[in-house]
């Protein structure tokens, strides 16, 4: 009996020794995601602060994130350039490192801030089977970058109520508390993603930012997607970038901000600034609900058998093949609607223009990749 106990005992104590290995393993790829990504801006860059220096709350918290100002000779137009508003929309995050790791300027200034919600990079969503992270090989090695979150983290802002009043007054579902993209125009003492949102206002404010883009990605069987999402402001310019597109053989649709629709950027930049506002949407398949396994290279690739079905089907919103929706071209998408939208300012308004150079190509980028424009890793 007592030589059974003693082997049912060792048997716990390994069960136990394995348990707490995989508890330790499981954890520190965990923590990982609290490494920050490594960015090499371009000889072009004028100036790096942060989102603290237009909103002081926002100090060494997890909120606080990099904002990168090019700065022209000459006075001209202001545009702020968002990537990162959601981190699982890889896209609008790495268009804007691709500008900040090769552009300069000219005339007037451009901010850029990749990572909008720095705290969503710090973890990834429940239940989803997500990767961590993703590369991307450059003449100089591979980089890779963390894929985070819709939103913030949880452990940085608790707990979620019932039901969520943004600050703009809709009534919404209580994680949507931790959506960025729902909390404009923020709060200066509310929730950390009501502060951050309040902290982006502000910049725009201070800075008079002439044109304010936030890049997104979309499910394909979501309506909304390849879009240009406009304030009524900026529908001019809206409807100039698309015919510019149009003729580039690139299909955008035109999506009028429904001014029901509370504490959405398009929504509350436009109606609480003078900035006009805009927000872009590529098709993200690994983003969607009708995708098989979830893995870097859907990420990366996008190709999943799953969504060639539900074409064929007449399901989704836009083509689809075998070939896939990958990365580069949704970022080559948006490098050409900011371009576009860029052109039309200059158009539209002489003395608000933005000159850019080393703008890298959209149509390389789809051709030859985003690696080819990212700086090799140090």
Same mark, same amino acid.
């Given at each position: 009996?007592?030589?059974?106990?003693?082997?049912?005992?060792?048997i716990a104590l390994c069960l136990l020794c394995l348990t707490g290995a995989l508890c330790w393993l499981t954890g520190v790829q965990f923590l990982s995601m609290r490494k920050t990504d490594t960015f090499y801006p371009s000889p072009g860059l004028s100036a790096?602060?942060?989102?603290?220096?237009?909103f002081s709350q926002l100090a060494d918290s997890p909120g606080d994130t990099a904002v990168y100002c090019f700065k022209g000779e000459e006075e001209g137009?202001?545009?702020?350039?968002l990537g990162g508003t959601h981190p699982n929309e890889p896209a609008g995050f790495?268009?804007?490192?691709?500008?900040?790791?090769?552009?300069?300027?000219?005339?007037?200034?451009i901010f850029i801030i990749p990572q909008a919600n720095l705290s969503g990079f710090t973890h990834d969503d429940p239940f989803e089977g997500n990767p961590q992270k993703f590369s991307l090989e450059t003449p100089?090695?591979?980089?890779?970058?963390? +894929? #985070?979150?819709?939103?913030?983290?949880?452990?940085?802002?608790?707990?979620?109520?019932?039901?969520?009043?943004? /600050? @703009?007054?809709?009534?919404?579902?209580?994680?949507?508390?931790r959506n960025l993209n729902r909390s404009y125009p923020g709060k200066e003492k509310g929730?950390?993603?009501?502060?951050?949102? +309040? #902290?982006?206002?502000e910049l725009i404010k201070k800075e008079e930012i002439d044109l304010s883009l936030?890049?997104?990605? /979309? @499910?394909?069987e979501y309506p909304v997607v390849n879009a240009i999402v406009f304030h009524e402001n900026s529908a001019e310019l809206a409807a100039i970038a698309s015919m510019e597109l149009q003729m580039e053989d690139i299909d955008i649709r035109m999506e009028a901000s429904p001014p029901s629709l509370r504490g959405l950027s398009h929504r509350e930049w436009g109606d609480h600034t003078s900035s006009m506002a805009i927000l872009l949407e590529t098709a993200n398949v690994s983003h969607g609900r009708l995708k098989g396994k979830p893995s870097e290279a859907l990420i990366v690739e996008g190709k999943d058998p799953n969504y060639v079905k539900a074409?064929?089907?007449?399901?989704?919103?836009?083509?689809?093949?075998?070939?896939?929706?990958?990365?580069?071209?949704?970022?080559?998408?948006?490098?050409?609607?900011?371009?576009?939208?860029?052109s039309g300012l200059r158009e539209l308004n002489p003395d608000h223009a933005i000159h850019i150079g080393n703008f890298p190509p959209a149509q390389t980028v789809n051709k030859r990749g985003i690696g080819l424009y990212l700086h090799p890793p140090k």
């Open positions: 009996m007592k030589k059974k106990i003693k082997k049912h005992h060792l790096q602060t942060k989102l603290s220096d237009y137009g202001n545009l702020l350039i790495i268009t804007a490192v691709l500008l900040l790791e090769n552009i300069t300027v000219s005339r007037g200034k100089g090695g591979r980089r890779w970058f963390r +894929f #985070g979150s819709r939103l913030t983290n949880p452990t940085h802002q608790w707990p979620d109520p019932t039901l969520f009043t943004n /600050a @703009a007054g809709q009534a919404l579902s209580g994680t949507e508390v929730h950390l993603t009501e502060q951050i949102a +309040f #902290g982006i206002m936030d890049l997104h990605e /979309a @499910a394909p074409s064929k089907l007449g399901m989704l919103f836009v083509p689809y093949s075998e070939d896939g929706i990958p990365l580069k071209e949704r970022v080559a998408r948006h490098l050409a609607a900011v371009n576009a939208l860029v």
